[in-house]
């Protein structure tokens, strides 16, 4: 007889393996220990996760569906490209400043998908494309003169991911330390600046 869902057993494994992943590595993940410490056996984590892998994407893949909807919320698609960059930025630092230790569980400590033709693809990478679509928007509105959206994308997601790492450790030198929101005002207008069409340059 199958074993009934269960969402709040999930949940639980979820937020006891990061904690577990956060403290001692991916790698020290241990399916057996994560069971005692959840009150199960380690074949009912298996009834649920297939495997180690498969707990680590699940875990991934609902902290970035996260994040997602609370920059979703952020952005009013009744604006034009330019704008919802912007929303998209400070929507992303926000929520990096807010949940640090989930954000560097996502971007830093687990892996990463591999391989494009996963069903999940797009939904792994849901922020990532949804600013492809903004940026796609903006070059079919003649707002911006971009090429490739995703390398832009990619080196956007660097540039902005970067300055949160820096602001949390205090990198900058002192007189931009605790100024986050003019040094990201400056980097978009930099970004920005750079694929705007010249009639939209002063927006």
């Not at 009934?4 to 241990?30: C, D, F, M, R, Y």
């Not at 997601?157 to 205090?170: E, K, T």
């Not at 929101?181 to 009639?199: A, H, P, R, V, W």
Request: hydrophobic letters at 40%.
């Amino acid at each position: 007889m199958p074993r009934p869902s269960n969402p709040l057993l999930v949940k639980t494994i979820h937020q006891l393996a990061i904690s577990e992943i956060l403290e001692k590595g991916v790698k020290n993940l241990s399916i057996r220990k994560l069971a005692k410490k959840a009150g199960v056996t380690p074949t009912t984590i298996y009834y649920y996760f297939s495997d180690k892998e498969d707990l680590l994407s699940k875990i991934k893949l609902d902290r970035i569906r996260d994040l997602d909807n609370w920059i979703i919320k952020r952005i009013n698609p009744e604006k034009n490209a330019t704008e919802q960059i912007r929303q998209f930025v400070y929507a992303f630092l926000d929520w990096c400043v807010q949940n640090i230790n989930i954000a560097e569980l996502i971007f830093e400590k687990l892996p990463n998908l591999s391989g494009e033709k996963s069903i999940i693809y797009r939904d792994y990478y849901r922020p990532f494309f949804r600013v492809v679509d903004i940026l796609k928007k903006g070059v079919q509105s003649g707002e911006f003169n971009l090429e490739n959206e995703k390398l832009f994308t990619s080196l956007g997601f660097a540039w902005i991911y970067g300055i949160v790492r820096m602001h949390l450790h205090d990198v900058f030198i002192p007189e931009h330390r605790n100024n986050l929101d003019k040094l990201t005002d400056s980097m978009l207008d930099f970004i920005l600046q750079g694929i705007k069409n010249k009639e939209h340059i002063n927006e």
